[in-house]
């Protein structure tokens, strides 16, 4: 059973930096592609940045050169470090995974509980 785990989110003034955390169980950080979404009420789940099995990576424009996505394989760990923040950075922050060895075309089937981010002007 898959179980991904978000933490590290909580409140910061706008300019801060905020690293969260995705521990996995019952999936390999290294086998594929996984990606951190976010969400405000009302609003769809978007999607912020991705990395590939072999750590390719890739952002949404809004948070290209502010957030980093990386993962630690030895420790099932995915992070996304986020600088710069903006109060239109605030939601709640959702790490996916897709199946293993499937790249990071199509939905992804893996989802975490997520951790709520709030910026502050």
């Known amino acids: 059973q898959v179980d991904l785990v978000e933490s590290g989110g909580g409140s910061v003034q706008s300019g801060g930096s905020l690293t969260l955390s995705c521990a996995a169980s019952?999936?390999?950080?290294?086998?594929?592609?996984m990606a951190w979404f976010r969400q405000v009420p009302g609003k769809e789940r978007y999607w912020v940045a991705r990395?590939?099995?072999?750590?390719?990576?890739g952002y949404a424009d809004s948070v290209k050169g502010r957030f980093t996505i990386s993962k630690d394989n030895a420790k099932n760990i995915l992070y996304l470090q986020m600088n710069r923040l903006t109060p239109e950075d605030t939601a709640m922050y959702y790490c996916?995974?897709?199946?293993?060895?499937?790249?990071?075309?199509?939905?992804?089937?893996?989802w975490g509980r997520g951790t709520q981010v709030t910026v502050s002007s």
């Open positions: 990395i590939a099995k072999y750590s390719t990576t």
């Open positions: 996916a995974a897709r199946p293993p060895e499937s790249g990071c075309l199509g939905s992804f089937s893996y």
């Open positions: 019952g999936y390999a950080t290294s086998s594929g592609c």
